[in-house]
């Protein structure tokens, strides 16, 4: 241990634990993923920002919001779907299915989440663009960084800022539509009298998109995501990762020395716009990293270099690890299509595909009313005068269609049993109650069962009935207790 | 012990200390942690400053903006004081006769009259206004003095063999037993008499024989089939409820020596709309009456004149029993 030999030199600068991140300006470029990178920008963007606007006729009982999370009235709409509370394990199965959804897609393509849809790679990109838009491209945007602050670099940057912070302000401002009426809330926002909770969310998320995309960017991906960390769990050798083809490309060496030296160099020729077009700034000749979030923008670089000096495309290209020790050996490799079809994603696909029809069966399936029972416990009966029981219980009637229901609650069982209520009185006693329910709503009501002096304590039901051309019943359990015990 | 060094495999400084061979690095802490922490202290020197914080030998210092717990629930009483005047007007302007004629200010009624029942009622008459032995159940449609929404509201303020107010509910049933007026074993035939008329007993000569002393005794009060007069708060003898117990025992020791219930005047200690919201409540509770018609049988009194005073109701009475 103490082993003079072995102590490790000192090295002239103090390790710290601290690396200062070093800015990334990355080049413009343009190819295939590119192209498919604006796309799916474009739709996501798209998709944020004009569904909350999409209306959508529910009749005129309900909101005409295509996508609504009414949080004031318990309800989430989703096109022709209308969720409950008690109903949460659908949006419940939806984030499953969203979570094995990616289990599927990273099995299947790899990161291809991180690289092209997360939110987090979708507005660093588009805040790179507004970079490349006011400062100009890579080298630009570096000697000004490197520039003293002066009035010209001040002026770029509170332009730069204004645009980020008006972006921002736009996807913050937009994420409050999904919780009240679009077009009421932006009306009541602007005149300053929408809910202070609007006005919060919407400052709390410009300020979150405004810090995390213009400026913490790749920082989110390599030390505050989670993602990364388990998708290295997930990933396999038959996982597509970007891979820079070192057996090919090593030993790399610029044009001029491959001339000099025919057959010496590998097909590298070391120009760097692999790593000057990385949005997060990496080098992906070291291999594969966790900072790589595999958007193949270095493929569409080198693909060009090799075309522009005549050598053959995909020095950098998606690859398996598996099929990089083909490729090594000198075989073919596998089609990228044939490596989505596996037990792994055949699994993850049937298990999502499965949630999904029963999600949906449950949802063709389910019932529109609801009866619950909750019985008075103290006290458990009520002697009357001329020795019958009664039994008080709080029924709630729910109609869950979009418009007001006659429904009709009956006792079965419990011979010689009747029942009222406040609205109907004591006289009008009977084995059936009715009431309106109206659209979309709960009925709370109290029910008086009385039942014949000597009937033993029992179990009996109630039953509810729509009066409807549906109708539908739900049937629940309830327990009468009488002096008479068991 | 100060034997700082750098310590080789890392580059760090040491603090200085050693246990049994056992070194620790003087790391520095994180950038966020250190400056969170910064911000902790400065925003509590500020909090500090602003609110009540540090004790002194008497009180505690004040803050600056005068802030206090004590304040704080005033405020918050007087705004929910405020958000109800509303209906607490209303309730006060509405007669309790047409308070169902409104049924969302009686809702808000029943409501309040919940929450005023569990802080002054429920000691005697239970939580589920059940009541017990000698407490009335109000959820029953058995009623001593009247169950519709006035006649609740009178027991209500005036109480119930309260000495002091001239309205309230008072009768006084004689201790038939221990005063001597029945020698016992007229007092247990007129127990076999009583509880045929509920049909706990079957009929029998004893019962026959306390038929004849009822009718002599009882029936001023209660009747002379026993079903009670509300104007006397007596109660019916044929139904099902008993609020001193049904036993033969029970009724044998009660005409011996009668119980006398008695309930707090709460004109005195609540409010005429807290009082009003009780009744509704009560009235609710699920044997709650009709306001008798006017032309209802004389025996029912108008709701007004409910106030008896005990001279009336013991005319063949007998010397007055101490009041319970």
């Given at each position: 241990m103490n082993n003079p030999e072995k102590i490790i030199p000192v090295e002239d600068q103090p390790l710290s634990l601290y690396a200062k991140r070093e800015p990334v300006f990355n080049r413009r470029i343009d190819g295939k993923f590119r192209r498919l990178k604006w796309a799916i920008m474009i739709v996501c963007l798209a998709v944020y920002w004009i569904t909350p606007w999409i209306r959508w006729d529910?009749?005129?009982?309900?909101?005409?919001?295509?996508?609504?999370?009414?949080l004031a009235h318990r309800r989430f709409y989703m096109f022709g779907i209308e969720i409950w509370p008690q109903e949460f394990y659908f949006v419940a199965g939806l984030l499953i299915m969203a979570g094995i959804g990616l289990f599927l897609v990273t099995s299947a393509v790899g990161r291809a989440w991180c690289g092209y849809a997360c939110p987090q790679t979708v507005w660093t990109d588009l805040f790179q663009h507004i970079d490349r838009l006011i400062d100009g491209d890579r080298n630009a945007r570096f000697r000004l960084y490197k520039a003293p602050w002066g009035p010209a670099k001040i002026a770029r940057r509170l332009l730069k800022w204004s645009i980020y912070l008006a972006i921002s302000f736009a996807t913050g401002g937009a994420w409050i539509f999904y919780f009240a009426d679009a077009p009421t809330l932006q009306h009541e926002f602007w005149t300053g009298t929408a809910a202070p909770v609007a006005y919060a969310t919407t400052f709390v998320l410009t300020m979150t998109t405004f810090v995390l995309?213009?400026?913490m960017r790749e920082q989110v991906c390599i030390y505050m995501c989670p993602w990364p960390r388990i998708q290295t769990a997930m990933l396999d050798e038959k996982s597509l990762l970007v891979t820079y083809k070192d057996w090919r490309g090593e030993p790399r060496g610029s044009l001029k020395k491959a001339e000099k030296n025919?057959?010496?160099?590998?097909?590298?020729?070391?120009?760097n716009q692999c790593v000057a077009v990385c949005p997060t700034g990496i080098d992906i000749r070291e291999g594969?990293?966790?900072?790589?979030?595999?958007?193949?923008l270095c493929i569409d670089a080198c693909d060009r270099v090799m075309k522009e000096t005549g050598r053959p495309r995909g020095l950098i290209d998606y690859a398996t690890l598996e099929d990089s020790e083909r490729e090594k050996a000198g075989e073919p490799p596998t089609r990228h299509l044939k490596l989505i079809w596996r037990p792994r994603t055949i699994l993850y696909f049937c298990v999502w595909g499965g949630i999904g029809l029963a999600l949906l069966f449950m949802l063709g399936t389910r019932v529109h009313t609801d009866l619950t029972v909750a019985k008075?416990?103290?006290?458990p009966y009520i002697l009357m005068s001329d020795g019958s029981v009664r039994n008080a219980y709080t029924l709630r009637l729910r109609n869950m269609e979009g418009r007001p229901r006659v429904m009709e609650v009956s006792i079965e069982g419990l011979p010689g049993a009747v029942m009222w209520s406040e609205d109907t009185g004591r006289d009008n006693a009977a084995r059936t109650l009715r009431r309106t329910v109206a659209a979309d709503e709960t009925q709370s009501m109290r029910a008086y069962v009385v039942v014949p002096a000597g009937t033993p304590s029992q179990e009996f039901r109630f039953r509810l009935q729509s009066l409807?051309?549906?109708?539908e019943t739900d049937t629940t359990e309830a327990k009468i207790d009488t002096p008479g015990g068991e | 012990m100060a034997n700082r060094r750098i310590d080789e495999a890392t580059n760090t400084e040491t603090v200085g200390h050693e246990w049994d061979g056992i070194e620790e690095l003087n790391t520095p802490l994180p950038r966020w942690w250190l400056w969170t922490f910064y911000g902790c202290i400065a925003f509590a020197i500020g909090y500090s400053v602003a609110y009540p914080a540090w004790p002194m030998l008497t009180r505690g210092t004040e803050g600056?903006?005068?802030?206090t717990s004590r304040g704080q629930l005033d405020k918050d009483l007087k705004a929910q004081a405020a958000e109800r005047a509303q209906t607490v007007a209303a309730l006060a302007q509405v007669p309790i006769e047409k308070l169902p004629e409104d049924p969302e200010l009686m809702r808000a009624a029943v409501a309040g009259g919940a929450a005023a029942f569990k802080v002054n009622?429920?000691?005697?008459?239970g939580a589920g206004a059940a009541g017990s032995k000698g407490f009335p159940?109000?959820?029953?449609?058995?009623?001593l003095w009247g169950g519709d929404l006035k006649t609740i509201e009178v027991t209500l303020t005036h109480?119930?063999?309260?000495?002091?107010?001239?309205q309230t509910r008072t009768s006084a049933m004689p201790a038939f037993g221990k005063d001597g007026i029945l020698t016992p074993p007229q007092v247990q035939d007129v127990a076999s008499y009583v509880l045929t008329l509920s049909g706990k007993e079957k009929a029998s000569a004893a019962a026959q024989r306390g038929a004849g002393l009822f009718q002599a005794?009882?029936?001023?009060?209660?009747g002379p089939d026993g079903k009670g007069l509300r104007q006397f708060?007596?109660?019916?003898?044929?139904?099902?409820?008993?609020?001193?117990?049904?036993t033969r025992d029970d009724v044998v020791a009660q005409v011996t020596n009668p119980k006398h219930g008695v309930m707090p005047a709460w004109g005195g200690k609540l409010s005429p709309v807290t009082i009003k919201m009780l009744a509704a409540y009560v009235h609710s509770l699920g044997g709650g009456e009709q306001a008798p018609q006017p032309?209802?049988?004389?025996?029912?009194?108008?709701p007004g004149a409910t106030a008896t005073p005990t001279t009336t109701a013991t005319p063949v009475a007998t010397p007055p029993t101490a009041q319970q």
């Open positions: 529910r009749g005129p009982y309900a909101p005409n919001q295509a996508v609504l999370i009414d995309g213009g400026f025919p057959g010496q160099f590998g097909d590298c020729i070391d120009c594969p990293q966790i900072g790589c979030i595999t958007c193949a008075d416990r103290n006290p409807d051309e549906q109708r | 600056t903006l005068g802030w009622c429920v000691q005697c008459h159940n109000l959820n029953d449609d058995d009623w109480g119930i063999r309260q000495p002091g107010d001239k005794n009882c029936a001023i009060c209660h708060g007596a109660p019916n003898l044929g139904d099902a409820i008993w609020l001193y117990g049904g032309a209802a049988p004389a025996a029912a009194p108008a």
